[in-house]
């Protein structure tokens, strides 16, 4: 799986869009781009992913740019709650195998009032 | 509501003396997979599952067993818990071939 790179940490203000960047130069025409967040100790929890096209759900919108190298995600009103660490992962879909998610060590996101 | 339970949260024991900690998820997901997670290592994978009786070996399986008699229950056994497996353990469960995971709240493990 492609390898990615993000900032250690961010600072938002409550209320505005965060918008959180991943570099995965290395990324292959058959492997997607995923983003899960952790809350403190809590278990990842999946946020969105996508493979060419820009997604978006109830939490996030996910922007790819067209070579694929880096891709955005941005949380349109970010609140309190939105306090997190933000993992960017890409991987190829196996059928077989260990189909293990590789966490980095992510954005630390902060929120502030 | 779509969920995987695990128990205990938290777990206080003494080396030497086996635990096990359960895994059950209520998808129908046929994968599923055991991670630990410490400070400066982030999440390593332990041991997956990607089916019922077919188990294979993670990235750190060193100390651990696991079994899949039921496709919704994946427990893992510290057969003789050493203070070096003392971390925050997570089970997830996705269906096969998809990133997509559900993940558990996690268990604090101490072994003293």
């Known amino acids: 799986d492609a390898k990615t790179t993000q900032p250690p940490s961010m600072d938002c203000a409550e209320g505005r869009a965060a918008n959180l960047p991943c570099n995965h130069s290395t990324i292959s025409g058959n492997e997607y781009v995923y983003w899960y967040r952790q809350i403190h100790s809590q278990g990842p929890q999946y946020i969105i992913h996508?493979?060419?096209n820009n997604e978006t759900n109830e939490m996030a919108s996910l922007i790819i740019t067209e070579d694929r190298k880096s891709s955005t995600l941005i949380l349109p009103h970010a609140t309190l709650r939105d306090t997190a660490v933000y993992y960017c992962i890409v991987r190829v879909p196996l059928i077989q195998g260990a189909q293990k998610l590789v966490f980095g060590q992510g954005t630390r996101l902060t929120i502030n009032p | 509501e779509a969920q995987v339970t695990q128990n205990p949260r938290y777990l206080i024991t003494v080396t030497g003396k086996k635990l096990t900690v359960t895994c059950s998820q209520n998808?129908?997901?046929?994968?599923m997979s055991w991670y630990r997670q410490d400070p400066g290592l982030g999440l390593r994978q332990i041991y997956y599952?990607?089916?019922?009786?077919?188990?294979d070996k993670g990235d750190v399986p060193e100390g651990y067993k696991v079994s899949r008699k039921e496709k919704r229950n994946f427990p893992l056994i510290l057969e003789s818990p050493s203070p070096n497996q003392t971390s925050l353990y997570f089970c997830?469960?996705?269906?096969?071939?998809?990133?997509?995971?559900?993940f558990g709240q996690g268990t604090r493990l101490t072994v003293v």
């Open positions: 996508g493979l060419k």
């Open positions: 998808m129908n997901h046929e994968y």
């Open positions: 997830a469960s996705s269906f096969q071939g998809t990133g997509r995971a559900f």
């Open positions: 599952s990607m089916n019922v009786e077919v188990t």
